[in-house]
């Protein structure tokens, strides 16, 4: 085999390393932008494909993931002239790559020198306290700014945090004094609130209890009453069913005069010192008396 042959396969041999050098894969999630002699050719998305030796270049290779930077802190001056250090926390994600290529030397330097004028554009019109409670805000107002402009860079920007706003340091003392004060006044305001729960639960207590002996006092006099009433109800009906059981019976007029003669001795109780005897009665007990001497000479003379 003379020495033309060797260069001939030599040749193929190279040519053959040329073209396995020139078949590419790209990536899940990646993109290869292509210029063909200088000039943009191509977007290669996901898969194999072949670029021609020396006429194609791979341009730039894009990651379609979604990114975040964290940007350094950023000094800001609020409206209340007190400079605030902030720092951010961008996510984006690359939907264009041609424009990511061609729209923008330095893409990351653009967004964060962009976000830092956004940013101080917008503390400049807020006071500091009002900076420290607008994050949600202040986060959608420089998300949508950020996206608005980077729409021309192949750029979709989707969230941007506030990682941190950092006060001067005398600034941040005086905000833990009026803290503290702000939790003192707080606990002596729940202090004073139980305290007055307290005195009226007790007043409560005691108007209930208070109440309650009023009206066990009460009941117990009506009670009283009634038993009282009662007792007097069951007094004359006793008497009342005593005279109808002397009527029915039909005493004599004797027994009747003996009857009233003891129920005036009844009510003489010993304490009268003069009884008006109605002129039956009187002639009655006359009789009776008349009576018992009869039957006491009687005694004698048998003696």
């Known amino acids: 085999m003379g020495f033309g042959a060797y260069v001939l396969i030599a040749l193929v041999v190279v040519i053959i390393l040329v073209l396995i050098s020139n078949i590419k894969v790209v990536p899940q999630a990646n993109a290869y932008v292509i210029e063909r002699l200088g000039a943009y050719s191509a977007t290669w998305s996901t898969g194999l494909h072949f670029k021609i030796p020396f006429i194609d270049k791979i341009s730039k290779k894009v990651s379609l993931k ?26 984006f994600q690359i939907t264009d790559p041609k424009l990511y290529a061609y729209g923008v030397e330095r893409p990351i330097s653009a967004i964060e020198n962009l976000s830092a004028t ?25 998300r949508t700014i950020l996206d608005e402009a980077t729409d021309a860079w192949g750029i979709k920007v ?69 038993g009282e009433a009662q007792a007097i109800l069951l007094v004359q009906q006793a008497m009342a069913d005593s005279i109808k059981l002397l009527n029915e019976a039909n005493p ?46 009687d005694v004698k003379l048998a003696k």
């Open 66 to 91: 979604e990114q975040v930077i964290d940007f350094p802190p950023q000094p800001v001056i609020t409206k209340d002239n007190v400079t605030i250090q902030i720092d951010t926390v961008i996510y």
């Open 118 to 142: 956004t940013l101080r554009n917008i503390i400049g019109e807020l006071e500091l306290d009002h900076t420290l409670t607008s994050r949600d805000v202040i986060n959608s107002k420089i």
């Open 158 to 226: 989707n969230r941007v945090e506030l990682k941190n706003i950092i006060p001067p340091q005398e600034i941040q003392q005086s905000m833990e004094k009026q803290m503290k004060a702000e939790r003192e006044r707080r606990a002596q305001i729940l202090t004073a609130e139980g305290e007055k729960q307290s005195a009226i639960l007790v007043a409560e207590g005691e108007k209930e209890s208070a109440i309650l002996r009023a009206e066990a006092a009460k009941e117990a006099k009506i009670r009283q009453a009634q």
């Open 252 to 297: 004599a007029d004797g027994v009747l005069a003996l009857k009233s003669l003891e129920a005036f001795g009844k009510a003489a109780d010993g304490k009268a010192t003069k009884i008006i005897i109605p002129s039956n009665i009187q002639s009655f007990a006359g009789l009776a008396t008349s009576l018992k001497e009869l039957v006491t000479d």
